[in-house]
C-alpha cells in the first residue's frame, strides 16, 4: 500500500501514513469510499481526491470506525464488576493512593467509558461506601471526543442498559438521553493518538500509572507492528499487577504478548510475571 498513488498523496498532503493499517481493511476502505463517490477505478479516485481538497480528510476518518456500544462485551464487563475492581481495591488498602486510575483508550463517543463509570458508581467498598476513581478517556478524533463530552444517546443505542440504569444514569428530553452530570463528574476527555510517538499516556493523566487500561475494538484495524506499538505503549502506563481489557476478537493479538487472560474468554489480561 506505502507505493499506491493514494498513500503517497495523502502523506504528502495530510502528513498521514495509511500504511500502518492492515491491508485488508484498507481495501475493503477504498473500495467503499470509491463506490460512494462514483469512482470505477482508483486513478479516477485519485484525481478525484486530489481535486478536492475534503476528500483526503473524509477517507481518513472513514478508517476511523466509531462504532461502540454500551457494556459492549457483556462477560468482561461482568468479570470487572465480579472480580476485577475488587482486587484492585484490595490492593490498595495498603497503598496511599486510593484513587482507582482507569485509562479508556479509544473511547469513541463514551459508551465505554460511560459504561466503565455506571459500574464504579454502582460499586461499593467494604464499608458500603462509594470508591474514589478516574476515568482518563481518549481518542484520536477530536469529533468522537466531543460527541463523548456532550453525552447525549438515542434510545436505539441505550438497548444494552436495563431501564434501572437508564432511569438511574440519564435523563430524558425529548428523543436525546443525556448523562446525568454526577455520572461526568469522574471523567476526563482528550484527544490523544496512541501512534503519537512522543507521548506516553494522555498528559491530562499527567504519570499514566493506570489500574487498568481498556483498548478495544481498535487493534484489528492496525497490522501486526503498529499494533505492537500500542500495545507496549499502554502496557508500559500499567501499575504493577494493573489489567488491561480489549475487544472480544482481539484476544488472540493480545496472547502473542507477555499477558495472560485473567478469566477465559475475559478480554482481559495482566503482565506475566512483572518485574517492577
Ligand atoms: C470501533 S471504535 C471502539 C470504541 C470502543 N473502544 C469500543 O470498544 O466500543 C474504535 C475507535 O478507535 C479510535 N482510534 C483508531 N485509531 C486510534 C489511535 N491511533 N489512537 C486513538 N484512537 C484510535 C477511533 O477513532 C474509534 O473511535
Request: proline residues 3%; aromatic residues 12%.
Amino acid at each position: 500500500m506505502k507505493n499506491r498513488p493514494i498513500a503517497k498523496l495523502l502523506l504528502k498532503s495530510r502528513d498521514v501514513d495509511i500504511s500502518k493499517y492492515d491491508q485488508t481493511f484498507l481495501e475493503k476502505s477504498l473500495q467503499r469510499r470509491m463506490t460512494e463517490m462514483h469512482c470505477g477505478y482508483e486513478e479516477a479516485y485519485y484525481t478525484f481526491m486530489e481535486q478536492n481538497n475534503q476528500e483526503g480528510e473524509a477517507f481518513l476518518n472513514s478508517l476511523l470506525i466509531g462504532y461502540s456500544e454500551f457494556f459492549r462485551n457483556s462477560l468482561s464487563f461482568s468479570v470487572l464488576e465480579k472480580i476485577i475492581f475488587e482486587t484492585i481495591l484490595l490492593k490498595k488498602t495498603n497503598s496511599k493512593r486510593k484513587e482507582i486510575r482507569i485509562w479508556s483508550a479509544a473511547c469513541s463517543s463514551g459508551q465505554e467509558t460511560y459504561s466503565l463509570a455506571m459500574l464504579l458508581k454502582e460499586f461499593k467498598n467494604g464499608e458500603g461506601e462509594e470508591i474514589n476513581f478516574r476515568i482518563f478517556a481518549t481518542d484520536c478524533s477530536e469529533e468522537v471526543v466531543n460527541e463523548a463530552r456532550k453525552a447525549e444517546f438515542r434510545i436505539e443505542s441505550l438497548t444494552n442498559l436495563s431501564l434501572k440504569r437508564i432511569n438511574q444514569w440519564f435523563t430524558k428530553q425529548g428523543d436525546i438521553y443525556t448523562v446525568k452530570p454526577e455520572l461526568n463528574e469522574n471523567i476526563d476527555f482528550s484527544v490523544f493518538d496512541l501512534l503519537n510517538e512522543e507521548l506516553s499516556s494522555p498528559p491530562t493523566s499527567i504519570f499514566g500509572n493506570f489500574d487498568l487500561v481498556v483498548c478495544a475494538n481498535l487493534l484489528f484495524y492496525y497490522k501486526p507492528d503498529s499494533q505492537k506499538k500500542i500495545i507496549e505503549k499502554v502496557v508500559q502506563c500499567l501499575t504493577k499487577g494493573g489489567f488491561l481489557m480489549t475487544g472480544e476478537t482481539e484476544r488472540s493479538i493480545l496472547m502473542k504478548y507477555n499477558l495472560v487472560e485473567v478469566y477465559p474468554q475475559s478480554a482481559i489480561f495482566r503482565i506475566q510475571n512483572p518485574q517492577s
